[in-house]
């Protein structure tokens, strides 16, 4: 047994996972034009290096506080629904190939558990490693449970995941495509580029990994 993960926007996904629930946010009046504002000059500052990934998404998530989680399920099911449009054949071929071969297939995401969820069940995959929103009294609070799901926080799962089922990590398969994902790439036994951003495909060439274009 062995297990093999996969990164989702931009790996198993051709689109960021995001972007589809910022837009029907905003379409379904849950943000407005005043929230659209702030997430462009949040992006900004976290692209030039300013801001954190985790304390970006943090100022995100404040945005869905109170919203009741069964009220919001009809929406998360369309967000996912929409996603399905932009599942990467390749994706498919090689979770079906690890299936196939007896590996444990598991979405390892930054992206929120109620995407992941759902994109699991409809990939037949085993399981799922993600960014958890916090639910008080069936509600969301607007705070994450435990730390966003990003970089060094990835690797530390992983390496948890592993170890509490037996599972190798000299066996280990990992599927991404951003620099960002570097830390798992380097723990793996078999780290794969998929579409890598140019800083991920230099260092990828630099070190012999397998690079692929989905």
């Known amino acids: 047994m062995y297990a093999a993960f996969f990164d989702l926007d931009h790996t198993i996904l051709s689109i960021s996972s995001g972007r589809i629930m910022f837009r029907g946010s905003y379409d379904r009046g ?3 034009r005043r929230e659209v504002r702030k997430a ?3 992006n900004a500052l976290y692209r030039i290096g300013l801001m954190s990934a985790g304390t970006a998404v943090g ?9 009741d989680v069964d009220g919001v399920a009809p929406l998360v099911a369309e967000w996912a629904g929409e996603l399905l ?20 297939t598991v979405i390892l995401s930054a992206s929120p558990d ?4 759902r994109m699991k069940e409809h990939l037949g995959m ?3 490693i993600c960014t958890e929103l916090e639910v008080a009294d069936g509600r969301l609070t607007g705070s ?14 992983v390496l948890r995941y592993c170890g509490e089922r037996g599972l190798r990590m000299e066996d280990a398969y990992y599927y991404a ?5 570097l830390p798992v790439l380097e723990a793996v036994g078999h780290p794969v580029c998929v579409t890598p951003s140019r800083a991920l495909e230099r260092r990828a060439r630099r070190r012999g990994w397998r690079v692929v274009r989905w």
């Open 114 to 117: 109620f995407i992941c969820d």
């Open 59 to 67: 100022y995100w998530m404040k945005w869905y506080r109170g919203l």
């Open 177 to 181: 495509d951003s620099i960002a994902d």
């Open 144 to 157: 994450l449970k435990g730390e966003y799901c990003f970089g060094p926080e990835k690797l530390a799962r």
């Open 40 to 42: 462009f000059v949040i």
């Open 126 to 128: 085993d399981d799922v």
């Open 30 to 32: 849950i943000i407005g």
């Open 85 to 104: 449009r932009y599942v990467r054949e390749d994706a498919r071929k090689e979770i079906a190939f690890h299936r196939g071969q007896g590996g444990m």
